[in-house]
C-alpha cells in the first residue's frame, strides 16, 4: 500500500462519516415531524490494489441507508381527523406533489376537511379509502374519501309502539265523532300526540284518541289534520285504527288494526303504519308489559316510532378498522368510508419523496391494499398522531461515534501528508 493511497483511503473515510453524520442530522431535525421514520447507515468496505496475492483495503464507503420502520409512540389529540397507525402500513394518499400527480404513502397521518368536503394531508394530497352506501355495502375499488355531501336518507315511520294505561273507570261514551278536531276530543275519553314521518322524511303531528266502549273493549284513532294529506285544515284525517281487550284484571287480552294507511301529501301514498300496544296475551306475552287498563289515570308512559327525516352530517369519528362513522342532525349515526392502508413485501425499499410522503419503487415491491386489521396491517387510532420514532439519545450518541471516526480519518490524512512531505524532503 502507497502513502498516496493511503491519504485516499483517508479521504473516503471522512466521505463516508461525513455522510453519516448528514443522515444522524437528519433524524435529529425530524425528531418532531408526525410519523417521521428515521434512516440507518451501512458502510461498506471498499478493495484497493493485491499485495503478494492478498488484496487489499481501500477504505470504506456508504454503502445504503435503511429506513427503520418501527412504530413510534401513539398520542390522543382530539382532532377526529387524526389518524395513527398502530403496526405496519402506510396510508394512501394521491395528487400534485411537486409537479408529479401520483400516489404516494405516509405514516402522517394529520388530516383535514379540504375546502370541497375532501380529507386531505396538510399538503392538499386526498386520502384514499371506500366509500359506504347508505345500506351498509362498501366500494370495491379506492377513491377520494368525500364527505362534502353526506345525508342521512330520510326514512317513513311503519312500525309506531306505544305504553299507555287506559283508566278502567273512565266513562263509557256514545259513538267517536271526528268531524273536527274538538269533536274528535271531545267523544275520546283519552289523547296523545306522537310524530310520524313521510317518504321525504317530512314530520306530521299524529294524535292518538282512546275510546272506551264499556266491558274493556277500546278503540284507537290515529289522525292528523286535513291540511297534511290534501284535505281540510281543522278536519282528521285517519292514517290508522283499531281495537283493544282487556281482561278484569287489566292486562291487554288482543289487539287488532283495521286501518293502516296515510297519504301524506306529496309523498309515497297508502304508507303502512303498524301500531303496537304491547305483549298482548292472545300473541302469547303476560298482557302487562305494554298497554293495561288498571285504576289509575290515563296516561303515555313510552312510545317508540320509527322513521326519520334527512339528516347532514354534524360530526365524525374514526374506528381501529378505519370506518368513519357520521353522527347526522337527525341523530342517526351512519358508517360512511373506510380508510385504505397499503402494506408492502419490503417497506424498506420504499423511496422517501419528502413531506414525510413516500413512493413505490422496484424494491418494495407493488403495494397491497385493503383496510386496517387485515393481513398484516395495523389498527388505526382515530383522534390520534404517531410520533417520530427517532431516539435522541441515541442518535447523540451515534453521532458521537462518527464524530471520533472522522476525526481519525482526518489523523490518516494528515499523517500521510507528513509522510509524503518527509519523501519529498529526502532530495534536499
Request: proline share 2%; charged share 15%; hydrophobic share 30%.
Amino acid at each position: 500500500m502507497t502513502i498516496s493511497n493511503s491519504l485516499y483511503i483517508g479521504a473516503n473515510g471522512l466521505t463516508a462519516h461525513g455522510d453519516a453524520i448528514s443522515i444522524v442530522g437528519d433524524n435529529i431535525a425530524n425528531a418532531s415531524t408526525v410519523g417521521f421514520k428515521r434512516d440507518r447507515a451501512y458502510f461498506s468496505d471498499m478493495l484497493g490494489g493485491e499485495i503478494n496475492g492478498q488484496r487489499e483495503g481501500g477504505g470504506v464507503h456508504l454503502g445504503a441507508t435503511q429506513t427503520m420502520f418501527a412504530q413510534g409512540q401513539i398520542t390522543a389529540t382530539g382532532n377526529p381527523l387524526d389518524m395513527a397507525l398502530n403496526g405496519h402500513g402506510l396510508f394512501v394518499v394521491k395528487g400534485n406533489h411537486d409537479g408529479h400527480n401520483s400516489t404516494y404513502y405516509t405514516r402522517n397521518g394529520q388530516f383535514s376537511l379540504g375546502s370541497t368536503g375532501f380529507v386531505q394531508n396538510p399538503h392538499g394530497l386526498r386520502l384514499q379509502g371506500y366509500a359506504i352506501a347508505s345500506d351498509g355495502t362498501r366500494s370495491q375499488t379506492t377513491g377520494d374519501i368525500d364527505l362534502s355531501q353526506r345525508q342521512s336518507a330520510a326514512a317513513a315511520t311503519t312500525k309506531a309502539g306505544m305504553t299507555v294505561n287506559l283508566d278502567s273507570e273512565d266513562a263509557v261514551k256514545a259513538g267517536w265523532d271526528p268531524t273536527s278536531t274538538a269533536t274528535a276530543t271531545a267523544t275520546s275519553n283519552y289523547s296523545t300526540s306522537t310524530t310520524t314521518y313521510d317518504s321525504l322524511g317530512k314530520a306530521h303531528q299524529t294524535q292518538v284518541y282512546f275510546h272506551n266502549n264499556g266491558g274493556g273493549a277500546w278503540e284507537w284513532h290515529a289522525m292528523v289534520d286535513g291540511s297534511e294529506t290534501g284535505g281540510t285544515a281543522g278536519t282528521p284525517t285517519e292514517v290508522a285504527a283499531g281495537s283493544m281487550q282487556f281482561n278484569t284484571n287489566g292486562s291487554l287480552q288482543s289487539q287488532a288494526q283495521t286501518v293502516s294507511s296515510a297519504n301524506f301529501t306529496g309523498a309515497t301514498p297508502n304508507q303502512p303504519i303498524a301500531f303496537n300496544f304491547g305483549d298482548d296475551i292472545a300473541s302469547g306475552g303476560t298482557g302487562l308489559a305494554g298497554t293495561t287498563q288498571y285504576a289509575s289515570t290515563d296516561a303515555v308512559s313510552a312510545t317508540k316510532i320509527d322513521g326519520r327525516a334527512s339528516g347532514k352530517l354534524t360530526d365524525i369519528a374514526v374506528n381501529s378498522d378505519g370506518s368513519i362513522t357520521g353522527t347526522f342532525d337527525n341523530g342517526q349515526t351512519q358508517k360512511i368510508a373506510q380508510v385504505a392502508v397499503a402494506s408492502f413485501q419490503n417497506e424498506e425499499g420504499l423511496t422517501r419523496s419528502g413531506d414525510n410522503l413516500y413512493a413505490e419503487s422496484q424494491s418494495s415491491g407493488q403495494p397491497l391494499v385493503d383496510v386496517a386489521g387485515t393481513g398484516k396491517r395495523g389498527s388505526i387510532a382515530g383522534g390520534s398522531l404517531e410520533a417520530s420514532n427517532v431516539d435522541l439519545s441515541n442518535e447523540l450518541v451515534t453521532l458521537i461515534a462518527y464524530q471520533r471516526a472522522f476525526e481519525a480519518n482526518s489523523k490518516t490524512v494528515t499523517t500521510a501528508d507528513q509522510m509524503l512531505t518527509t519523501v519529498n524532503d529526502l532530495k534536499r
